[in-house]
T-cell receptor
Framework: AAGVIQSPRHLIKEKRETATLKCYPI?????VYWYQQGPGQDPQFLIS???????DKGSIPDRFSAQQFSDYHSELNMSSLELGDSALYFC???????????????FGPGTRLTVT | EDQVTQSPEALRLQEGESSSLNCSYT??????LFWYRQDPGKGPEFLFT???AGEEKEKERLKATLTKKESFLHITAPKPEDSATYLC?????????????FGKGTLLTVNP
């Protein structure tokens, strides 16, 4: 079965640079979530989109922005990178509430961002 | 604020030695409780969703149960390949909010 695709898998940036992470949800899934997982930490919710509209916002820095496109893929844009942004970034997808009652989120393999 | 506490933080078992992992939660209204398995450097792998107290679900050597305050993940006769971090997460009821709030996980090591 098709899974969530994330690219790139690894990314190395310097401080103050910009990074763009991409997420391709499971086919037919219309909801995308972004999570950040620091070393030894649990995943922390950043932001979510349903049908191309932002549906919820968590602890996402103002330096970060995201959007969902007409084909349901999503991009997380990170600017003015800081050392503390080094983490694993996961995208998850699910069927939206109007099409499902199970609310299950399926995670991608993640993008490992290293800021030097 | 939704809170999830998992215990123990780490658990070492011998192959075949059954045990349980605990997930205690506080949420304004529970929409669902989720169990995931995570291997190092990989994305969480979905295991179960539980929706109401008394519900149970099974998959191979794993069985998840739910009460109004906690969930248990029972591992029967574990094998070394069951070694991973097991994450518990809650999803609160209400509005368009479907985010997951995770616990810090239980690192399970099964020795042969």
């Amino acid at each position: 079965a098709a899974g969530v695709i994330q690219s790139p898998r690894h990314l190395i940036k310097e401080k103050r640079e910009t990074a763009t992470l991409k997420c391709y949800p499971i086919p037919r899934h219309d909801t995308v979530y972004w999570y950040q997982q620091g070393p030894g930490q649990d995943p922390q919710f950043l932001i979510s989109f349903y049908e191309k509209m932002q549906s919820d916002k968590g602890s996402i820095p103002d330096r970060f922005s995201a959007q969902q496109f007409s084909d349901y893929h999503s991009e997380l844009n990170m600017s003015s990178l800081e050392l503390g942004d080094s983490a694993l970034y996961f995208c998850a997808s699910s069927l939206g509430w109007q099409r499902s009652t199970s609310y299950e989120q399926y995670f991608g393999p993640g993008t490992r961002l290293t800021v030097t | 604020e939704d809170q999830v506490t998992q215990s123990p933080e780490a658990l070492r078992l011998q192959e075949g030695e059954s045990s349980s992992l605990n997930c205690s939660y506080t949420v304004s209204g529970l929409r669902g409780l989720f169990w995931y398995r995570q291997d190092p450097g990989k994305g969480p792998e979905f295991l179960f969703t539980l929706y109401s107290a008394g519900e149970e679900k099974e998959k191979e050597r794993l069985k998840a149960t739910l009460t109004k305050k906690e969930s248990f993940l029972h591992i029967t006769a574990p094998k070394p390949e069951d070694s991973a971090t097991y994450l518990c997460a809650v999803q609160a009821r209400g509005g368009s909010n479907y985010k997951l709030t995770f616990g810090k996980g239980t690192l399970l090591t099964v020795n042969p």
